[in-house]
């Protein structure tokens, strides 16, 4: 089996992957156009070896995807009927439906091409709604990793708090597997300012460490509101546990400010060298292997 990582997979996500999986590298040839046009050439033989393609889709969403769907192509040009696609952090999949009226539905715009190709298997990470594989007309392997991700952070969590109704089967798949309870706040985002209103009620977390489950932190607005929601009911400590930080100095500001404890991410996709202590990175290089390894049996 060989690895084709892509310019959006997180180094340290393809050293972990070739170890795990024991998987070596497909050459490759990767460059830009004066014009800014990708050109990408591979320079391995194939077509007798299975490929996974690794690509995570951020920063630069459009480009990253290009890349993904010129890297597919040659491949098939190869001979090559079966690759396997590992998308980490799939982009785009926040907006599943039309909230206004004249909005597209962006993840069927942009992941309807995938269709076109051989693939034997797309795997990815926490993705924003599990509706999204039937809007594409896909199978995805879809794999919540917050319970790994709570384990090799090793922290004790007594309650599990999904930060709207949306991510409301994060939380029951986490709060299944640490066997505690869990619940979720009422979010209202307005569409147009993108201002964000948190229905407050009881929730039973007085003292309790609480685990915050998400998809994604971006702007950090639903974050730093739902750990303010905590602690104004005596939550004693807050931790986050986010599958993809798309995080700026903004978003730091914003959480920061928010009192919240501990953030705990994924290498999903590439994040900043340099990170505040409070934020940690767990590799999914090993639960993605895994599930490779698994299908294949
Ligand atoms: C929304 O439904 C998502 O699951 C996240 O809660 C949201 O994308 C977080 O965004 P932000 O950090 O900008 O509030």
């Given amino acids: 089996m060989l690895l084709l990582p892509l310019s959006g ?15 070596s590298l497909v050459e490759k040839l990767y460059k830009r156009f004066p014009d800014g046009e990708q ?7 194939v077509k007798n070896d299975g490929v996974v393609v690794v690509q995570s889709l951020y920063p630069e969403q459009d480009s990253k995807l290009v ?15 079966n690759a396997e696609l590992i998308v980490p952090y799939m982009a785009y999949s926040r907006q599943d439906k039309r909230f206004l009226v004249g909005e597209p539905i962006s993840a069927k715009a942009v992941y309807l091409p995938l269709r076109l190709f051989n693939i034997k298997r797309v795997l990815t990470l926490d993705i924003h709604s599990p509706k999204i594989p039937e809007i594409i007309g896909l199978a995805i392997k879809n794999i919540l990793p917050h319970s790994y991700m709570v384990e090799k952070a090793g922290i004790e969590v007594d309650f599990v708090l999904a930060p709207d109704k949306g991510a409301l ?9 640490l066997r505690k309870p869990f619940d979720y706040l009422e979010k209202y ?10 229905s407050t009620r009881e929730l039973g977390v007085k003292n309790m460490r609480v685990a915050i ?9 639903t974050l730093a509101k739902a750990t303010q929601t905590l602690y104004s009911l005596e939550a004693n400590k807050v931790y986050a546990i986010i599958t993809h930080a798309l995080i700026s100095e903004k978003t730091l500001q914003t959480l920061s400010t928010s009192g919240l404890d501990v953030l705990i991410t994924t290498n999903s996709i590439t994040q900043p060298s340099a990170l505040p202590t409070w934020i940690r990175v767990v590799d999914v290089g090993e639960l993605l292997c895994h599930e490779l390894k698994s299908a294949t049996k």
Avoid: F, W
Avoid at 9 to 23: D, E, F, I
Avoid at 68 to 75: C, G, T
Avoid at 213 to 221: A, C, K
């Fill in 39 to 45: 050109y990408i050439r591979i320079n391995s033989d």
């Fill in 169 to 177: 089967h994060r939380a029951q798949a986490l709060a299944e597997s």
């Fill in 213 to 221: 489950v998400d998809d994604i932190v971006s702007t950090g607005g």
């Fill in 67 to 81: 890349e993904l769907y010129l890297a597919l192509e040659a491949l098939e040009g190869l001979g090559l009927t």
């Fill in 9 to 23: 997979a997180p180094q340290s996500l393809v050293n972990s992957l070739k170890n795990h999986c024991r998987m």
């Fill in 189 to 198: 985002r307005d569409r147009v300012t993108g201002e964000i209103r948190v």
